[in-house]
């Protein structure tokens, strides 16, 4: 299940980078109905505009400081995060919960600082588009 939800999301990364509109709307339609059942929670279904949304939103704000998306800085890199949890709902949850109040321990001593003005709606796309980041 893995493997072919591996595969999937990269034909869905391939053919919204470099499809016609109708296949990227087929790709996306597809990638909507896969289910994550790997995951601890039910799957969450991410849409490029989401993806992008969240990138954006992380540019805009104070990630950069202490995350990249392919290398370690003072908190972990992106793709690192993706890879210990995978995009399901209540991964996405728990780390919006994370974010906002801040912690410390998982990756280390050193604590992440809280986020609490950030709107719940905005970290949740940004958590979903951290955890769409594949090595």
């Not at 490029?48 to 969240?54: L, P, S, V």
């Not at 321990?105 to 600082?113: L, N």
Request: with cysteine; glycine share 8%; net charge neutral.
């Amino acid at each position: 299940m893995k493997k072919t939800l591996f595969i999937l999301g990269c034909y869905v990364l391939a053919m919204t980078a470099c499809a016609s509109p109708e296949e990227r709307a087929a790709a996306l339609k597809q990638a909507e109905t896969t289910k994550d059942t790997a995951g601890n929670g039910a799957a969450t279904s991410a849409s490029a505009a989401d993806i992008t949304a969240g990138e954006q939103l992380i540019a805009k704000n104070d990630c950069i400081g202490c995350h990249n998306k392919d290398n370690k800085i003072i908190g972990p890199a992106y793709v690192d995060i993706a890879a210990k949890y995978p995009l399901n709902e209540g991964n996405v949850n728990h780390l919006v919960e994370k974010v906002i109040s801040g912690g410390k321990g998982v990756w280390g001593e050193i604590p992440m600082t809280p986020h609490d003005a950030l709107n719940k709606d905005d970290v949740k796309k940004m958590v979903t588009y951290i955890l769409s980041v594949k090595k």
